[in-house]
């Protein structure tokens, strides 16, 4: 069910951990779901005073396409600056990783949306402009997240008992 | 793949030479309808009849109360409807929330024909008791339904105690003895229907069988020709049935051997796992089959986990939501109260009669290091 290009990403995952100097980290996904992701990225600036994500790496929860999609966006995203990073994808992510199975197509979208939720983040702490499509997907992340948690509130509730 | 260790007997097992050799004949050769007249046809009649007789002879059944199908599926399927559509004006069926989906959705879709259904819960190692039956059943009760052994986690039911109140209270006792059979001693005599199928004990796919207690009235569910008493529709799968036969010899004949090797694999395995820290055993200490283990692992999804042994050419299974076409975690595990981000981290280990205890030592081996480099890469540290 999986393509070779995700089997390999899952076998040898790239750039995985955490960094140590990161700059910002976004957070995505809710355990009780079954899929978390923590994306770090190290943003510095390039010769032309750009903002470029100079290092990421990543840590996962998750199964075989959420391992195989963080360790993919964080190649993708790797070297580009803030301004490229924006408008990848998570079609961007499944596409590099030769497709999803449909059942597993949101986990491209988690690994899109922590890439998202690390660069809001980032530009955020900096007091730097956030591009309207940036922040319309973080309203979007942010609401489905608490939807989620409603969703498995009673699950949530065991949990604690 | 150098070497495989499948540990997944729960999900199917290999088919054993003998049962293979037994039911060669009957594709190619003994090829007739048993149905029909000429020498073709009684031929396949014969291996047919004889099969059912050796069968019932080692559930200790009488032959004509064992009904043919093709699969438990199914007889769990005729169980149920057939019973709740014979029972005249009773409208209400027991059973429990950690049965196979194909009890459970059987029985959840009766609701839809004008049924009452009560689904009992289940304590923390799946345990049903006599006494939540007892309360359950009502005078217009028909079934109840409790399954032998759990597929996922193992635990066994009280049967016997349960089929005391249901005949004290006049009601049929339906069993999904799938994975008990040729595992323990089967509750025959305390059940008025039990579903098999022949994968579950090295005999081939596609065939099954439900017991009919003598004296039971089903509906049945599949109309035709009037097979099987008029109770299953449907030319007999020969090759299937002389399978299923062979393989219940050899189960009943090693039954008591393989079991205890396997408790004993069972009990290594729970001893070397809950070593490692963050794991817990999902389901009964000993209160189980003896060829099921299953457990949680915290920080851990379960496919994750099932793909990294894979990759080392073991086969395992989990009851993760990730794993699952519906992407909910495992009904039996959210059943006995796993919190959902350790029954997302589960892993059902289960071994048959041609598992070694050094593939059991390779997979403990090999278990470690997977669960060890998946945490190390998990947002979630164990133990903090």
């Known amino acids: 069910m999986y393509t070779e290009r995700v089997i390999e990403h899952f076998r040898t995952p790239h750039n995985m951990g955490k960094l140590d100097d990161y700059s910002a980290i976004g957070k995505v996904g809710n355990i009780v779901c079954g899929d978390v992701m923590w994306l770090y990225i190290k943003v510095e600036p390039d010769d032309d005073g750009r903002d470029v994500i100079a290092d990421i790496s990543w840590e996962t929860f998750g199964c075989t396409a959420a391992i195989a999609t963080s360790s993919m966006v964080s190649d993708l995203a790797k070297g580009k600056t803030i301004d490229e990073a924006i408008r990848l994808t998570n079609r961007d992510v499944a596409k590099e990783l030769g497709g999803l199975p449909p059942i597993k197509m949101h986990c491209s979208a988690l690994a899109a949306d922590a890439l998202n939720e690390a660069i809001y983040a980032y530009l955020s702490q900096e007091g730097k402009e956030i591009p309207e499509a940036l922040r319309t997907r973080h309203e979007r992340i942010a609401k489905e997240v608490a939807a989620l948690e409603k969703r498995y509130e009673a699950f949530a509730d065991k949990d604690k008992g | ?384």
């Not at chain 2, 769990?76 to 019973?83: F, H, M, P, T, V």
């Open chain 2, 1 to 384: 793949m150098t070497r495989s260790i499948y540990l997944d007997n729960s999900a199917t097992t290999p088919m054993a030479p003998e049962v293979v050799d037994a039911m060669s004949p009957y594709f190619a050769a003994a090829y007739g309808n048993p149905s029909s007249l000429h020498s073709f046809g009684r031929d396949a009649h014969r291996a047919m009849e004889k099969s059912r007789e050796t069968i019932a002879q080692l559930l200790g059944a009488r032959p004509d109360e064992i009904v043919f199908t093709a699969g438990a599926t199914e007889a769990n399927n005729l169980a149920i409807l057939g019973a709740a559509f014979a029972a005249g004006g009773r409208r209400h069926v027991v059973t429990t929330a950690i049965e196979h989906h194909a009890v459970l959705y059987a029985a959840e879709w009766l609701r839809t024909q004008g049924f009452d259904v009560t689904v009992l819960g289940v304590d923390a190692a799946g345990r049903v008791g006599p006494g939540q039956v007892r309360d359950a059943i009502r005078p217009d009760t028909l079934l109840v339904s409790v399954m032998t052994g759990n597929n996922e986690i193992g635990t066994l039911q009280p049967i016997d105690e349960i089929g005391r109140v249901c005949r004290e209270r006049g009601v049929l006792l339906h069993t999904d003895a799938v994975q008990a059979l040729g595992k323990i001693p089967l509750p025959l005599g305390s059940v008025d229907l039990l579903s098999a199928s022949a994968h579950k004990f090295h005999g081939p796919k596609g065939v099954g069988l439900l017991f009919v207690r003598s004296g039971v009235r089903l509906t049945p569910i599949l109309h035709g020709g009037g097979h099987e008493r008029g109770r299953r529709s449907g030319t007999e799968n020969v090759p299937g049935v002389v399978g299923m036969a062979a393989a219940a010899d050899l189960a009943f004949r090693e039954r008591d051997a393989m079991s205890e090797r396997l408790r004993a694999l069972r009990e290594r395995m729970i001893a070397t796992v809950t070593q490692i820290p963050g794991t817990r055993l999902n389901g009964h200490r000993t209160e189980s089959l003896p060829h099921i283990a299953n457990f949680s692992f915290e920080a851990i999804e379960g496919e994750s986990l099932v793909m990294r042994l894979d990759e080392r050419g073991i086969a395992v299974s989990t009851g993760s939501a990730c794993s699952s076409p519906d992407l909910e975690p495992s009904h039996v595990l959210v059943a006995i109260g796993v919190p959902l981000s350790m029954a997302h981290g589960s892993l059902r280990v289960s071994t048959g009669r041609q598992t070694t205890e050094r593939e059991v030592d390779e997979f403990l081996g090999a278990l470690r290091d997977v669960v060890d480099g998946l945490r190390a890469i998990s947002p979630f540290k164990v133990g903090e």
